[in-house]
């Protein structure tokens, strides 16, 4: 049809294209053939815009599929039976396969058979709650191979009566959980290591404390029984032993300190009263320095929370520095309270610190003086010790010193209020011995493998006691149906698979016996195991090396105990 013939037609209305109303009223029929120009016109100009609108979406619905296709993301299109609706070419990629594999197909047989149920619980979850929802899941390649994706769901919501769809996005994760993976058998391991490595300092400790307790008790013996002339040998053989003691003990305390493996047990304590009794216990090594060891500070009580054990160790090194670096003059000891605080002072009219050296003083293994010819004993690992054992009690430690005039050391404390005085049961008091102690008439079993401990344990306690030597966990069963004895000390390590524990329980279990005052006798001598001991059942609990006034500051326990049970 011709233009012309076409717009003729038009207007007579029949196949009218034109939205606009056209004009009601009798027109001049070459104003209608313009009007009917200018609307065709327009027409024109609507379907163009209309295509190129087209053209636009069919582009930008390209682009998104082109997006979702290369998306690192793997995307996938459920159903509530896991059939696949639409899939993206990285999914189609994690799977290995092709995507007529995939689409319109059960998802199931892609899923590691343990995971299946976990994956229809969680689209199911989805179509339920209309939440989002996560989890990790195996998925088995084309050819068998696993595989970890983190899959994380929402629901799309149709409005037509179409089925209910999932849509899902799946992250590869298979490199993180072998890192995972990884990083706990790295943790098992290091756990493991660290376990040997405890095993390994309570054996260390063990075998050198066995042989210590033979030189130190061995070298009070023959200072005690040694003409005048040769008792220096014996307290100089002493006292290596207890330098060598004293290193052992700092290294064990570092390392526990290190791997964390140091247990404290926090009480209320007075710490005036605890000070002050260490004072008096060092001021004979002042003395032999020709220093005087003073305390001064509070004397009514001063309660701080902390470990007994740590707190002795510090006072220990503190006020053992103090000696060590003060050639002559004197150590000040004391406990002040101030506001919340209770601080204790260690003071010294000592060689003081040099300024340079002050800010490492608290770092392992750091001297002042350092090289072949420094003139003090020690390793450098007292002050590590004792910062670590203030900062675990949220304790603070500080330093002033002058060199050439003296130190001071402070470590404070939150202090306890609130009438302590009530609420605080007493210390037990562990007597010193005094000097008017009668040694009771015991008699007493020692069960004891190593030779040399036997006769020490025997020297150091014949005349007052009649001591029964046994080496062996059912020789010491045999002796103890055969005779009652008022006291046992049993070695722990025993050399056999039974312990010393094992033995005290089977002594106790025994029919028509006298009560017994029963030592632990041990040189896995770490902090924790005074209360490990007695928890499990012992009395009383020494460590070895020991000196002949430990054996009678025990007696003495021991027939304070005796007395009070009659
Ligand atoms: P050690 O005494 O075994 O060397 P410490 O860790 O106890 O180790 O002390 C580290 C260093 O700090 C000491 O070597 C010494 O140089 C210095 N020091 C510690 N206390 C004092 C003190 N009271 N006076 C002078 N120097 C001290």
């Known amino acids: 049809m011709g233009r012309a013939s076409k717009r003729a037609q038009d207007t007579s209305g029949a196949g009218n294209l034109v939205t606009d109303h056209p004009p009601k009223q009798s027109v001049q029929p070459a104003d209608a053939v313009e009007k009917l120009n200018a609307y065709q016109l327009k027409l024109e100009r609507q379907n163009q815009q209309l295509r190129s609108s087209q053209a636009e979406l069919e582009e930008s619905h390209n682009a998104f599929r082109q997006l979702f296709e290369l998306a690192p993301i793997g995307y996938f299109v459920f159903d509530k039976d896991s059939l696949v609706h639409d899939v993206n070419l990285t999914g189609i990629n994690m799977l290995q396969t092709a995507r007529r594999r995939v689409l319109h197909k059960p998802f199931l047989r892609y899923l590691n058979p343990e995971d299946k149920h976990q994956f229809n619980q969680h689209i199911l979850h989805v179509i339920e709650t209309g939440d989002k929802q996560a989890c990790d899941l195996r998925l088995l390649r084309n050819d068998g191979s696993a595989f970890y ?182 150590v000040t000891v004391g406990v002040f309270a101030s506001e919340d605080e209770l601080k204790i002072e260690i003071q010294d009219t000592g060689i003081g610190i040099n300024k340079d050296f002050l800010p490492q003083i608290f770092e392992p293994f750091r001297q002042e003086y350092m090289g072949d010819d420094r003139p003090y004993e020690g390793v450098g690992l007292g002050l590590t010790i004792t910062k670590r054992l203030v900062d675990l009690m949220n304790g603070n430690i ?40 009668v040694v009771p008439q015991y008699k007493m079993l020692v069960v004891e493998d190593n030779l040399e401990t036997q006769l020490l344990v025997k020297r150091l306690l014949k005349p007052n006691l009649e001591v029964v030597l046994i080496d062996s966990f059912d020789a010491a069963l045999v002796a103890f149906n055969n005779a009652s004895f008022d006291m046992v000390l049993l070695d722990i390590n025993l050399g056999e698979k039974r312990t010393g524990t094992d033995l005290l329980h089977k002594l106790r279990a025994l029919p028509g016996k006298a009560p017994f005052y029963a030592v632990a006798f041990t040189a896995y001598a770490l902090p924790t195991d005074r209360s490990n001991f007695l928890t499990q059942g012992f009395d009383d609990y020494l460590p070895k090396p020991f000196t002949r006034s430990d054996l009678m500051d025990l007696l003495q326990r021991a027939s304070l105990v005796r007395a009070s049970e009659m």
């Open 149 to 330: 994706v983190e899959i994380q769901s929402i629901l799309i919501r149709n409005n037509d009566n179409g089925p209910v769809l999932v849509r899902s996005a799946m992250m590869d994760i298979t490199v993180r959980r072998q890192m995972e993976e990884e990083l706990i058998t790295e943790r098992e391991k290091a756990l493991q290591a660290a376990r040997f490595m405890n095993e390994f300092l309570a054996n260390m400790s063990h075998e050198i404390r066995t042989p210590l307790a033979g030189v130190i008790g061995f070298a009070e013996v023959l200072e005690e029984e040694l003409p005048s002339e040769h008792r220096e040998i014996a307290q100089l053989i002493a006292r290596g032993g207890n330098r060598l003691l004293h290193t052992l003990n700092s290294v064990l305390d570092f390392a526990k300190l290190k791997a964390h493996n140091h247990k404290l047990v926090q009480t209320p304590i007075n710490v005036v009263d605890r000070v002050q009794k260490h004072c008096r216990l060092l001021s004979a090594l002042a003395k032999q320095q020709k220093l005087s060891l003073e305390y001064t500070g509070a004397t009514d009580p001063l309660y701080a929370l902390l470990d007994p054990n740590s707190l002795d160790r510090i006072l220990d090194n503190l006020i053992g520095n103090a000696i060590k670096y003060t050639p002559e003059g004197k």
């Open 398 to 437: 500080s330093v002033k010193s002058d060199q050439d005039k003296g130190s001071t050391f402070t470590v404070a404390f939150p202090l306890l209020t609130n009438a302590l005085d009530q609420l605080v049961p007493e210390e037990p008091q562990v007597p010193n011995v005094s000097k008017n102690f």
